[in-house]
């Protein structure tokens, strides 16, 4: 048994010692510790989501839940098309009670396709408009930093088409704790259909029931419009009240200044 292990021993020596067999030898270490550092996608960990509930109707609140997500933050896009038709060559859509979250780490974006120009309306307290003009009939409006609330959107521009298409997205950016997080989205603004949520890399389709209360289309109704008409002239009306009341008194400080010195 002991010249076996002797014999074994010299062998051993007589291999390491012929330097053909060392380069072997250096080769295979190198290979064995790359092994080592690769990961393999057993051990590797896999971000997921779900969605609360599975089958929403219009104006329920969805809750997107995710696990084993790495880093502090994770990035969620909820969006969806909408098709408008176009009269008197003029589009008009209407967006109630659009829920922003808590944060400012958000942006929202209104893609439309087919049109001339777009025009973003939100009402805070008085209505702020954004324009975008078209390129080859595709125009882009988007917004990030939106302060936290409850805001109406008025869509709306000038085509020459029979009909435009909508397409409506909002990003969010939420907290990972332990790999985990929590997102809630109000479906009230969103009509009956399919939707897209994206969580990571990841994109599922969702399909949103009408619900019995409410119209599977919100596009507003003549009488709506003219409400809405009259809104936006009276904060429009009121809007000039203020800046003529500003520049009055910025003249009567200026006479006031004048007649002091004299």
Known sequence: MLSEGITFVKFASAFIQNQSNRKKLKLLFCLSVLL?????????????????????????????????FAGETADVWVSFEKDVRVSDGKYEYLLDDVRIPPGFNNRFTVQAIGVDDLNVRVKMILWITI????????????????PPGTYKIRLDGKSNASDVKLRITGFQQVKVDSG?????????????????????????QVTLQPAES?????????????????D?????KASNIWIEGILAGMLLLLLYSRIKKR
């Not at 125009?139 to 990030?144: G, K």
Request: proline letters at 7%; a negative charge.
């Open 36 to 68: 080592c550092l690769i990961p393999f996608p057993g051990n590797a960990a896999t971000n997921s989501w779900e969605l609360i509930p599975e089958n929403p109707v219009v104006g329920d609140t969805i809750e997107i839940r995710g696990a084993d």
């Open 131 to 146: 324009t975008g003009k078209a390129k080859e009939g595709d125009a882009t409006v988007s917004q990030a930093g939106v």
């Open 180 to 204: 985990n997080f929590s997102y809630k989205y109000d479906t009230k603004s969103i009509p009956a259909g399919n939707f897209e949520v994206k969580v990571g890399d990841v994109t599922k």
């Open 214 to 230: 409410l119209p599977s289309d919100i596009t507003p109704s003549s009488e709506q419009k003219e409400g809405q008409k009259e």
């Open 232 to 236: 936006l002239s009276r904060d429009w």
